[in-house]
């Protein structure tokens, strides 16, 4: 009776963990996408420091190959990149050295996924 009681409380702690490490995943923003797909999210400018911009807590660079959009997709000057201002972020995977935004588009406040989806569209291969 013994072995029944231990092995149904590590059945409940280890089942405890398991929910515990995905809602944890569940809100660090992860999805299921490729190893080398772009991450794709909108937030707001929280801070800039020369190329790092903080967006929603996360620390982004930006290269000289960074592209800096309008919403109707035309170049902006990063002299626009300020505090408060809501962008939506295609970035490359974040390695060692810090995690590479290929394109910010400029937006006017939060969009919904689908005008996300329709801005974004497939970077993939760029």
């Known amino acids: 009776m013994t ?5 149904s409380r590590l059945l409940v702690v280890v089942g ?4 515990a490490m995905g809602l944890a ?3 660090s923003g992860s999805t299921f996408a490729e190893e080398n797909s772009p991450l794709t999210f ?9 190329e790092r911009l903080i967006i929603n807590e996360r620390p982004l660079l930006l290269t000289r190959e ?14 626009l990149l300020v505090s408060g201002q809501w962008v939506v972020v295609v970035a490359e995977p974040a390695t060692s050295g810090g995690q590479k935004i290929k394109t910010l ?3 006017p406040g939060r969009l919904t ?13 760029e």
């Open 66 to 79: 960074t592209r800096v959009l309008l919403k109707d997709k035309r170049p902006a000057s990063d002299s």
């Open 113 to 125: 996924g689908t005008d996300v989806l329709a801005l974004t569209g497939d970077q993939s291969d």
């Open 42 to 50: 909108q937030g707001i400018i929280m801070d800039r420091q020369d």
């Open 25 to 27: 995943w569940l809100a």
């Open 16 to 19: 405890a963990m398991v929910v």
């Open 3 to 7: 072995i029944m009681r231990r092995g």
């Open 105 to 107: 588009y400029l937006v």
